[in-house]
T-cell receptor, first 110, second 117 residues
């Protein structure tokens, strides 16, 4: 059975304090590892799709990386507006279903 | 990227009633899905909305409870039937679209926050 596990559950950072979120996955024939940002009461906002081990993608202060077993979302010099829940999800090779992790809630204090 | 709108954005309903949620996409998409996010939980796939045929439901979800229509490639509805407080959730429409950076990106609508009293 597909499993996606995110850690930590919650992360409190001081503004400017860089950190990383982890997403470990057990998915047969991975065809995409997705990262989303979700603000309270809103739908997930697409950030990245990573397709193969070694791939990296960046967007502003966020950088996502992928290995054969896990993905990391690095937040560099975060600002309070980076506070949100970050979700990762994995897609198998034989369908379009996404298996989601429970999310990491990031709080950045000014 | 695809822009998705949902109606209503939120509603408070009495138990035993039904609510139909609409999803409109700004471009034609092949793959469209409905997800549920219960309070404090992550997202769970309810079904794949198939254009011109019956939706494909995930384990634990049935057509009588969550009937879905998909009359064309830009629009779908999800009905939550005979509601109970356990149906209080955010319901999200999602589509697959080809993106600038790769062949497969999946986007979500803003969600419909449903509270059943």
């Amino acid at each position: 059975e597909d499993q996606v596990t995110q850690s930590p559950e919650a992360l409190r950072l001081q503004e400017g304090e860089s950190s990383s979120l982890n997403c470990s996955y057990t998915v047969s024939g991975l065809r995409g590892l997705f990262w989303y940002r979700q603000d309270p009461g809103k739908g997930p906002e697409f950030l990245f799709t990573l397709y193969s081990a070694g791939e990296e993608k960046e967007k502003e202060r966020l950088k996502a990386t992928l290995t054969k077993k896990e993905s990391f979302l690095h937040i560099t010099a975060p600002k309070p507006e980076d506070s949100a829940t970050y979700l990762c999800a994995a897609r198998r090779s034989n369908d379009y279903k996404l298996s989601f992790g429970a999310g990491t809630t990031v709080t950045v204090r000014a | 990227s695809a822009v998705i709108s949902q109606k209503p954005s939120r509603d408070i309903c009495q138990r035993g009633t039904s609510l139909t949620i609409q999803c409109q996409v700004d471009s034609q998409v092949t793959m469209m899905f409905w997800y549920r996010q219960q309070p404090g939980q992550s997202l769970t796939l309810i079904a794949t909305a198939n254009q011109g045929s019956e939706a494909t439901y995930e384990s634990g979800f049935v057509i009588d409870k969550f009937p879905i229509s998909r009359p064309n490639l830009t629009f779908s509805t999800l009905t939550v039937s005979n509601m109970s407080p356990e149906d209080s959730s955010i319901y999200l429409c999602s589509v697959v679209s080809s993106g600038r950076e790769g062949p497969y990106e999946q986007y979500f609508g803003p969600g419909t926050r449903l509270t059943v009293t």
